[in-house]
């Protein structure tokens, strides 16, 4: 078996650019297949501490990395689908039913409305009446993937021939089948240009686009990919599968005993199976010192998921302590703060990279449902006035520490 050190070395010899990487067993078998804004920054995140026990078994059962580059993460993103779906690489697939995977589906009508769907969903779209995209590892992606596509071909999500223009029509968004201003031939090129970027075929899409819609081909050739780019690194900082999100809050027991609690947001929606609270057990009535502690005995969890975010309920003063713990304990994953005080305002460690700042505005709203589940979490334990005195489980399985 290939070890470790042979496995990091092929990794530091990748290209810096987006493409799609394979990792390949002693059977020569596909273990693993990711995309990555950076192929080489990517692949190299797997040899980091505090992995995803799953990734970290298929790292160590690997013998030789493989690689496939593209011009764009978007082209990343279609071409991991399609060899997953080839392939089913034991390490991609989390659950033996496949639920946490997205679809991408196409229904074949006058004018069809591109939907995203999970694996269960598939049996309502019998053979031959949809184009069917995917597997796709995050949704969150996918939407975005999705929300990019339509700038350059747009398609209806409203009521076909309602006579009243939707919002999205007003942006741009939508053709005006609402309003029937395009019709069903013009509107059927615009989805059968979707399909063919779905089925990897960019660049004849390109070149054909060049003459019969230059502003097309034009767009999809300098294709703003940023908030891809943005969440390709926030999903591979940790080698996990999915995007985890953990929020944090600090709540006071009538002015005495003082609780973190930590909200867990997986692929943009609440898991309160991974929530848990924390017995502040050093410090008084001092914010900063409590996060600090919280955060330091989540870090002595391996055991549990890796996050991609860690968001904090606090402005400046507690990213600014929270940046040296984060520094002294080598932590690489972001770090976010929400200011109540500033309106909501997003703040940022000292040199955060603006994809990163990009893909935190542009997920805002997942992130304030984070941190106030993270605050309800927490007011919900005072109010039930919690005896916190030992380690024991809730009646929803929460633990307490």
Not at 21 to 37: H, K, V
Not at 171 to 196: F, H, M, T, W
Request: proline letters at 5%; hydrophobic letters at 35%.
């Amino acid at each position: 078996m290939t070890s470790k050190t042979d496995l990091l070395a092929k990794a530091k010899t990748l290209p810096l650019s987006p493409g799609v990487y394979q990792y390949w067993g002693t059977d020569n078998e596909i273990l693993y297949i990711g995309r990555a804004t950076s192929l080489r920054r990517r692949v190299l995140q797997y040899f980091q501490k505090n992995l995803d026990p799953r990734i970290a078994e298929m790292v160590s059962l690997a013998k030789t990395i493989k690689f496939i580059q593209t011009d764009t993460v978007l082209e990343a993103i279609i071409l991991e689908a399609k060899l997953i779906k080839k392939f089913w690489p034991k390490y991609n697939i989390k659950d033996k039913d496949m639920r946490s995977f997205s679809y991408l589906v196409i229904p074949k009508a006058d004018f069809p409305k591109p939907l995203i769907v999970r694996e269960r969903e598939l049996d309502k779209f019998p053979k031959g009446s949809a184009k069917i995209f995917g597997p796709f590892q995050n949704s969150t992606l996918l939407k975005n993937t999705l929300r990019l596509v339509r700038r350059i071909f747009p398609y209806s999500t409203c009521k076909i021939g309602s006579g009243q223009p939707c919002f999205d029509y007003q942006i741009g968004l939508c053709p005006g089948a609402c309003v029937g201003e395009i019709s069903k031939q013009d509107y059927q090129k615009n989805i059968k240009n979707i399909v063919a970027l779905f089925e990897g075929k960019r660049k004849l899409l390109i070149k054909t686009l060049s003459k019969q819609n230059p502003q097309a081909a034009f767009g999809l050739q300098h294709i703003n990919d940023v908030t891809l780019i943005g969440r390709d690194e926030l999903a591979g900082s940790t080698g996990a599968v999915t995007s985890r999100i953990e929020a944090y809050d600090i709540s006071h027991f009538s002015g005495k005993e003082t609780v973190g609690a930590m909200s867990v947001f997986i692929d943009g929606q609440p898991d309160k199976s991974h929530y848990r609270l924390f017995n502040i057990k050093t410090v008084g009535n001092n914010d900063l010192l409590a996060l600090e502690e919280m955060i330091t005995r989540r870090l002595n969890h391996p055991e549990w998921p890796a996050p991609d975010i860690y968001l904090i309920d606090g402005g400046r003063p507690q990213i600014s302590h929270l940046e040296k713990l984060f520094k002294e304990k080598q932590i690489a994953t972001p770090l976010i703060g929400i200011s109540k005080l500033g309106g909501d305002m997003l703040v940022f460690p000292k040199g955060t990279k603006q994809s990163i700042k990009d893909l935190a505005a542009s997920s805002k709203n997942i992130l304030l449902q984070a941190r106030d589940e993270a605050h309800r979490f927490g007011n919900a334990a005072r109010k039930r006035q919690l005896k916190i005195k030992r380690p024991k489980t809730s009646a929803r399985g929460q633990i307490v520490l």
